[in-house]
């Protein structure tokens, strides 16, 4: 079993909108964790883009400021990226990741391309 399955990528202009989701189980959001979005760009290293902790406390990398919002739902098990106003550079595949008490959980990557 999948700890963690993304889903929400796909093919958008600049400029558009994406949400994308991270659906896990149970256990993984109802302990003390932190969880963010990763994302590789192709001949690049992966790169935290946005992280949240079990307070809702958020952090975000510089170039994602005011475009993207992450959250969290843990009744429903679920962990989002609202991104808007997107640019070609956002291209890339985006993972989900929770890491708590020494162990990191990745899920495999849903796929973002930006057309400029």
């Known amino acids: 079993q999948v700890p963690l399955v993304e889903s929400g990528g796909g093919l958008v202009q600049a400029g558009g909108s994406l949400r994308l989701s991270c659906a896990g189980s149970?256990?993984?959001?109802?302990?003390?964790?932190?969880m963010g979005w990763y994302r590789q760009a192709p001949g690049k290293q992966r790169e935290l883009v946005a992280s949240i902790d079990s307070g809702s406390n958020t952090n975000y990398a510089n170039s994602v400021k005011g475009r993207f919002t992450i959250s969290r739902d843990n009744a429903k098990n679920t962990l989002y990226l609202q991104m808007n106003s997107l640019k070609p550079e956002d291209t890339a595949v985006y993972y989900c990741?929770?890491?708590?008490?020494?162990?990191?959980?990745w899920g495999k990557g849903t796929l973002v391309t930006v057309s400029s």
């Open positions: 990741n929770s890491y708590s008490y020494g162990i990191n959980y």
């Open positions: 149970r256990i993984i959001f109802s302990i003390d964790n932190m």
